[in-house]
């Protein structure tokens, strides 16, 4: 009862996944509230992405066979994915609501390979899309500092 209780806790980003209207931007939008939060070490920063990713690949699976296929509750992949958009940056307010704005536009639209990644099996196509929309965001953001100097 507990373990379910946990893995529907974090699968739905605390129940973020439950709430009527885009769920997927208020889980975003809670993993950069957490993100702003933690301390900005390397080590930290790079376990947390690994640990999401691969939980987030088993349980977004398991959570698939209750919900039925890609089901709107699921946002553990929006909260890795945003994670993996600030990866590695200067960071600072603006960097991560210009982050938060590219992970947004890239996750909806899914250009080249993003909607492609979904026909992946299970918590696989759940959350490749999202890591893909994540590297083009940091690579984004990226172009963003240097042309801005931020």
Do not use: H
């Not at 529907?8 to 939060?37: D, E, H, K, R, V």
């Not at 979904?118 to 990226?142: E, S």
């Amino acid at each position: 009862m507990v373990k379910k209780w946990f893995e529907i806790t974090l699968g739905t980003g605390f129940f973020t996944g439950y709430l009527p209207l885009a769920p997927a931007t208020w889980g975003s939008g809670l993993a950069l509230l957490i993100f702003f939060l933690i301390p900005k070490l390397v080590w930290l920063q790079s376990l947390i992405i690994i640990l999401l990713f691969f939980y987030g690949v088993y349980l977004s699976g398991k959570l698939e066979e209750l919900w039925g296929k890609d089901a709107r509750r699921i946002v553990i992949d929006e909260v890795c994915g945003m994670f993996l958009s600030l990866f590695l940056l200067s960071w600072n307010w603006k960097i991560g609501i210009i982050g938060f704005l590219l992970f947004r536009f890239f996750d909806i639209v899914k250009p080249f390979p993003i909607r492609r990644s979904q026909v992946l099996p299970g918590g696989w196509g759940i959350m490749i899309d999202d890591v893909i929309a994540a590297f083009y965001t940091n690579i984004v953001l990226r172009i963003i500092i240097l042309f801005f100097r931020w």
